[in-house]
């Protein structure tokens, strides 16, 4: 797929931040380390071109991804379309999953993330992983969302965000009308819909920018009920290996896809963009060539029987937020 052939990417609002973007974006999380090992800066750079070539332009990134920014920020340097793409990071969460939530630890956090990119300002800071152990520590004054009010203040970030897979701690921060986006995972794909169930309603009354992570929950919606994303490697759930029951309601997902001629990795990413609350979703890759798997998947026409046959399959459940 050329840049030149690549099909034009759907936009939408990013809530009410004034930026509008793809509603394909990138997740950096694996871009240097891949899934299975180590990968040269040459092959993040590689990855983070091919996406601004096909058009995407969000893209999410967090210090506790290693040297996810920086190669960014390399990438950045040398590509005409680097003004247009929207970078989302995070603070709070350092290698090796260290919580620093404190006031002096944010403004460190947002300093080395503008020189890693290379930036002078971030356009999304969001406080990564809320949860209720670190809430009294985030909300203090010497806290992240001090922090992070002031950088904004000084224009060293544009707009604050939050991002979780715990309902009820996502939902809490969203009450707080504090956050202009809200980045939620784990539970919102084609297997379980439990924290879009818990928060989709709250962030659009507030008009909040809403981006989806693991929408192929871990690998499994991409790779199917065969085989993990490394091969000989079990088929893979949250990154972890998928328990039978899991697998076999995979088994039946494929069978639909089949049956329509979709492939899977496309009903999983527009299960969830077909809820226009959403404003991006960010699947990972690291290289050009899954950029361009994940442009396919995005693209393809999916036929109303298909997604008709597929509802019993997709595990809907109500929760309350609170």
Same mark, same amino acid.
């Given at each position: 797929?050329?840049a030149?052939?690549?099909?034009?990417?759907?936009?939408?609002?990013?809530?009410?931040?004034? @930026?509008?973007?793809?509603?394909?974006?990138?997740?950096?999380? @694996?871009?240097?380390?891949?899934?299975?090992?180590?990968?040269?800066?040459?092959?993040?750079?590689?990855t983070?071109?091919?996406?601004?070539?096909?058009?995407?332009?969000?893209?999410?990134?967090?210090?506790?991804?290693?040297?996810?920014?920086?190669?960014?920020?390399?990438?950045?340097?040398?590509?005409?379309?680097?003004?247009?793409?929207?970078?989302?990071?995070?603070?709070?969460?350092?290698?090796?999953? *260290?919580?620093d939530?404190?006031?002096?630890?944010?403004?460190?956090?947002?300093?080395?993330?503008?020189?890693?990119?290379?930036?002078?300002?971030?356009?999304?800071?969001?406080?990564?992983?809320?949860?209720?152990?670190?809430?009294?520590?985030?909300?203090?004054?010497?806290?992240?969302?001090?922090?992070?009010?002031?950088?904004?203040?000084?224009?060293?970030?544009?707009?604050?965000?939050?991002?979780?897979?715990?309902?009820?701690?996502?939902?809490?921060a969203?009450?707080? =009308?504090?956050?202009?986006?809200?980045?939620?995972?784990?539970?919102?794909?084609?297997? =379980?819909?439990?924290?879009?169930?818990?928060?989709? =309603?709250?962030?659009?009354?507030?008009?909040?920018?809403?981006?989806?992570g693991?929408?192929?929950?871990?690998?499994? *919606?991409?790779?199917?009920?065969q085989?993990?994303?490394?091969?000989?490697?079990?088929?893979?759930?949250?990154?972890?290996?998928?328990?039978?029951?899991?697998?076999?309601?995979?088994?039946?997902?494929?069978?639909?896809?089949a049956?329509?001629?979709?492939?899977?990795?496309a009903?999983?990413?527009?299960?969830?963009?077909?809820?226009?609350?959403?404003?991006?979703?960010?699947?990972?890759?690291?290289?050009?060539?899954?950029?361009?798997?994940?442009?396919? &998947?995005?693209?393809?026409?999916?036929?109303? &029987?298909?997604? =008709?046959?597929?509802?019993?399959?997709?595990?809907?459940?109500?929760?309350?937020?609170?």
């Amino acid at each position: 797929m050329t840049a030149e052939a690549a099909p034009t990417l759907a936009t939408a609002p990013l809530g009410k931040t004034g @930026h509008a973007v793809t509603r394909l974006g990138l997740g950096a999380a @694996h871009i240097v380390g891949g899934q299975g090992g180590d990968l040269s800066d040459d092959a993040a750079i590689a990855t983070v071109h091919r996406a601004l070539d096909v058009g995407i332009t969000y893209l999410d990134t967090a210090p506790l991804y290693g040297e996810s920014e920086r190669c960014i920020g390399l990438a950045l340097r040398d590509h005409p379309r680097a003004s247009e793409l929207f970078i989302a990071t995070k603070i709070g969460l350092l290698p090796g999953h *260290l919580p620093d939530y404190s006031y002096a630890g944010v403004m460190r956090n947002i300093e080395t993330s503008l020189e890693r990119f290379g930036q002078p300002m971030l356009h999304l800071a969001q406080i990564h992983e809320i949860q209720e152990e670190h809430w009294e520590q985030v909300w203090s004054p010497d806290g992240a969302v001090a922090a992070l009010q002031k950088a904004k203040e000084q224009h060293l970030i544009g707009h604050i965000g939050i991002t979780g897979s715990d309902p009820r701690a996502v939902a809490r921060a969203i009450e707080t =009308d504090v956050f202009e986006t809200v980045l939620i995972w784990r539970t919102f794909h084609l297997l =379980d819909q439990t924290i879009a169930t818990a928060t989709l =309603d709250l962030a659009a009354e507030r008009n909040m920018g809403v981006i989806v992570g693991t929408p192929f929950a871990g690998s499994i *919606l991409a790779t199917g009920a065969q085989t993990g994303p490394l091969p000989g490697e079990a088929p893979q759930f949250m990154y972890q290996d998928a328990p039978a029951d899991l697998v076999a309601r995979v088994r039946s997902i494929e069978a639909v896809c089949a049956r329509h001629q979709v492939p899977l990795r496309a009903a999983a990413l527009q299960f969830i963009l077909r809820d226009d609350r959403v404003s991006t979703i960010i699947p990972g890759a690291f290289s050009p060539a899954h950029v361009d798997d994940l442009v396919a &998947a995005v693209t393809t026409d999916i036929p109303a &029987a298909c997604w =008709d046959e597929l509802a019993p399959l997709t595990g809907e459940r109500e929760v309350a937020a609170q």
